[in-house]
């Protein structure tokens, strides 16, 4: 089984399309690849996949990847897909637009938690998803799926906040809503636990980080700040529901002493120096025990 990393960049991706700073600026001048937003697909050849997050660049990674593409001869037609399903960790537009580029009449299975399937279903555009081919099935906090053979999926909450969108009805304080999660992926030889949007770093979450052999973690910002140091926007990390890599209650100084095999940034900004392995802050993440994730990693479950 394999973790195919199909984008490892935050919301807007990297470059974003109106941004010539931050980090986009040296993707535009052609010295660092791009990246785009926010997506893992787990399985393998034999069982299908299973893709974690939709992102709005869905249809690129699709064509990216040799393996999510449909096979000339199947029993199904010349109309088919080695996707078996997506897991829906939030509801932000990173994670969900990518949804549409999965209509066309195909089998596939939704799982999310209610919080985040209620959303989807109070907006019409969704609907190009026919219900006759497309079912949803809510997935709550500790359940447990078993989508394809040897592969075992469990959502728990974890603290941030309402969708961007959604703020002005359902407010921008980040806690436990239930409106993000993370995804623990468990096969017979590992424990991988995926994060990409975290405001806190609580008791119960360390806990189940300590047991994890790999663990792809909120990547946002480096520091809470940084929008603003590079003249990108106002808003802080924290403020977008992420907890900043280089605070105090942060993930360098929460999880140094957790004993997890890898430990990957993921969802990472396009504000963010630890895109360039020749920053500092780059540096600093390395000698605390960590890298980052880029399009088209294959880690081996
Ligand atoms: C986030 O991760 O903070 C959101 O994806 C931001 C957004 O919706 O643009
Ligand atoms: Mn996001």
């Known amino acids: 089984m394999e973790l195919v990393v199909l984008g ?58 040799p393996q999510l593409h449909p096979k000339p001869k199947h029993p199904d037609g010349v109309r088919n897909t080695p996707i078996k399903g997506v897991v829906v960790t939030n509801a932000d537009v990173d994670n969900v637009a990518g949804l549409l580029n999965l209509r066309e009449k195909q089998d596939l299975a939704i799982y999310g938690p209610t919080k985040v399937l209620e959303i989807l279903r109070d907006n019409p555009i969704f609907e190009v998803l026919d219900p006759d081919f497309v079912k949803q099935y809510p997935l709550e906090t500790n359940e447990v799926i078993r ?27 980040s806690g436990h809503l239930g409106f993000t999660s993370g995804i623990e992926l468990r096969t017979s030889s590992s424990k991988t636990l995926i994060i990409s949007s975290c405001a806190e770093l609580d008791q119960v979450l360390l806990e189940r980080i300590s047991t994890a052999d790999n663990l792809l973690f909120d990547g946002t910002v480096f520091e809470d700040k940084e929008m603003q140091n590079f003249g990108l926007g106002v808003k802080t990390g924290r403020r977008m529901g992420h907890l ?20 990957l940034f993921f969802h990472i900004n396009n504000s963010n120096p630890i895109w360039d392995n020749e920053s500092d802050e780059y540096k600093t993440i390395q000698k605390a025990g960590w890298d980052i994730c880029r399009d088209g990693m294959v880690i081996d479950l």
Do not use: M
């Not at 690849?33 to 699709?62: C, F, H, M, W």
């Not at 906040?161 to 703020?167: D, G, I, N, S, V």
């Open 8 to 65: 490892a960049a935050a919301g807007g991706g990297l470059p974003q399309w109106n941004c010539a700073g931050g980090q986009s600026s040296r993707v535009w001048a052609g010295s660092l690849e791009p990246q785009t937003q926010a997506s893992v697909a787990v399985g393998s050849k034999e069982t299908g996949y299973v893709v974690i997050n939709a992102s709005p660049d869905l249809r690129q990674q699709i064509i990216l990847a």
């Open 147 to 173: 989508p394809i053979k040897g592969l075992e999926i469990e959502l728990f909450n974890v603290a941030g906040k309402a969708p961007l969108y959604l703020e002005e009805s359902l407010g921008s304080e």
């Open 244 to 263: 900043p890599i280089s605070a105090a209650d942060g993930p360098i100084a929460q999880i140094a002493n957790h004993p997890v095999f890898r430990k």
